[in-house]
């Protein structure tokens, strides 16, 4: 499956499909499965991934019976497609390609196009009362945008992946708010002035009514989800469930809290602000653009530690210009190259990086930068691992 098809995940732009046909011609051929359950959708630069989680969490307290579709996945495939927490079977994913791969291989699907239509069909297939959908890039021309869900969300709008989006973020919201449906209502997770007035527009030419997050009151909930950044997608979370209640779904008020307090228990999210060891304490996140560490590090600064030392890897068409000033001068640098053939190579890294007055030394792999870096520290130290998904997921 992965050798035949494309995967934007580990080759980059030219696994990107500019276009809705494919995979509405895949939906026709799976009769539409789409159309046999409710969903949420949720697009955003960064926050759709957690705020997903977290809904998810919060109807299966409530008894739903509940799907999530999410990319990417950090050690298993299976991870973007659950059902109350619980990956796809193996042999769902077998079956599903044995049965379609002529129809596959022949209308050449890329790897995304064809996982939304395996997602779809097997939500369908099991009977899910709702699936909470996050949108893999953009928004408009993403293959999750053939649904129409309950109500559509977005967190927020930062500048990332540009080249396929746009290099503004009054561009990247009118991407993002193609998944504005005609009726349908729309939550907005972050109100921003360069962004506001599209999202407006948008929502009056669909005659869907707006709702922006941050306007709206609630009591004070909390999450088990660790970084600061949490609060942010929490209350865009539960703006969610404010209007899916009014739209008649049973979220009673207990399981609001419990869900949310829940997540990972419910839904085995890894990745987000994740405290994998004490003595030393290390870290990892997830976080890869400018809006994403800029949280990451302003939560690092509320730290206690003796020494920083910081296992990075990223990948190649990230914008290194605008990410490394970021990074704290002060750390101890393990630069390492993601296993991935969009990883760039550490060297690269390394002397990009001294531009930037970071420092440290150059590793094989990241998991042998992770062991350098665990070995080298203090018990009163901090390690942090991050710059990339895969970064992440080769150490968690």
């Keep these: 499956?992965?050798?035949?098809?494309?995967?934007?995940?580990?080759?980059?732009?030219?696994?990107?499909?500019?276009?809705?046909?494919?995979?509405?011609?895949?939906?026709?051929?799976?009769?539409?499965?789409?159309?046999?359950?409710?969903?949420?959708?949720?697009?955003?630069?960064?926050?759709?991934?957690?705020t997903s989680h977290m809904l998810a969490s919060v109807f299966q307290e409530a008894g739903y019976k509940v799907g999530l579709y999410t990319s990417p996945h950090l050690k298993d495939f299976r991870e973007r497609i659950k059902v109350n927490g619980k990956f796809i079977p193996k042999k769902s994913v077998v079956s599903f390609i044995n049965a379609n791969k002529d129809f596959l291989t022949e209308n050449q699907l890329s790897f995304f196009e064809m996982t939304v239509g395996m997602a779809f069909d097997y939500f369908s297939r099991v009977k899910?009362?709702?699936?909470?959908?996050?949108?893999?890039?953009?928004?408009?021309?993403?293959?999750?945008?053939?649904?129409?869900?309950?109500?559509?969300?977005?967190?927020?709008?930062?500048?990332?992946?540009?080249?396929?989006?746009?290099?503004?973020?009054?561009?990247?919201?009118?991407?993002?708010?193609?998944?504005?449906?005609?009726?349908?209502?729309?939550?907005?997770?972050?109100?921003?002035?360069?962004?506001?007035?599209?999202?407006?527009?948008?929502?009056?030419?669909?005659?869907?009514?707006?709702?922006?997050?941050?306007?709206?009151?609630?009591?004070?909930?909390?999450?088990?989800?660790?970084?600061?950044?949490?609060?942010?997608?929490?209350?865009?979370?539960?703006?969610?469930?404010?209007?899916?209640?009014?739209?008649?779904?049973?979220?009673?008020?207990?399981?609001?809290?419990?869900?949310?307090?829940?997540?990972?228990?419910?839904?085995?999210?890894?990745?987000?602000?994740?405290?994998?060891?004490?003595?030393?304490?290390?870290?990892?996140?997830?976080?890869?653009?400018?809006?994403?560490?800029?949280?990451?590090?302003?939560?690092l600064k509320k730290e206690k530690f003796q020494h920083l030392h910081i296992v990075l890897g990223v990948v190649n068409d990230k914008d290194l210009e605008k990410i490394l000033p970021l990074f704290p001068k002060t750390a101890i640098y393990y630069f390492s190259k993601p296993e991935v053939p969009r990883g760039l190579e550490a060297k690269i890294l390394q002397e990009k990086a001294s531009e930037f007055e970071l420092e440290g030394r150059v590793f094989n792999s990241v998991s042998e930068a992770y062991d350098a870096a665990v070995d080298a520290a203090l018990d009163e130290d901090l390690v942090f691992v991050g710059g990339s998904t895969f970064t992440v997921a080769e150490i968690i």
């Excluded at 293959?143 to 309950?150: F, H, K, L, M």
Aim: glycine share 8%.
């Design 1 to 50: 499956m992965f050798q035949q098809l494309p995967m934007y995940q580990r080759v980059g732009a030219q696994a990107f499909k500019k276009d809705l046909s494919r995979t509405l011609k895949l939906a026709e051929h799976l009769n539409n499965p789409h159309k046999n359950f409710k969903s949420v959708h949720i697009a955003g630069t960064n926050g759709k991934g957690s």
């Design 128 to 299: 899910v009362d709702i699936a909470i959908i996050e949108v893999g890039l953009g928004g408009r021309l993403d293959s999750t945008n053939i649904i129409t869900p309950e109500v559509s969300v977005i967190t927020n709008i930062g500048l990332d992946h540009t080249a396929f989006l746009g290099n503004s973020l009054p561009e990247i919201a009118r991407e993002k708010a193609g998944i504005i449906k005609d009726n349908i209502p729309v939550i907005i997770g972050e109100k921003q002035k360069e962004t506001t007035d599209i999202f407006k527009a948008e929502a009056k030419k669909h005659n869907s009514a707006i709702y922006f997050a941050q306007d709206l009151k609630f009591p004070t909930y909390h999450t088990d989800l660790k970084g600061d950044y949490q609060n942010k997608n929490m209350n865009t979370a539960i703006a969610g469930v404010k209007i899916l209640r009014e739209k008649g779904w049973e979220i009673p008020e207990e399981c609001l809290k419990n869900g949310l307090n829940s997540v990972k228990l419910h839904t085995s999210l890894q990745g987000r602000w994740d405290i994998l060891k004490e003595k030393p304490r290390v870290i990892c996140d997830t976080a890869h653009n400018t809006e994403g560490l800029t949280l990451v590090f302003e939560q």
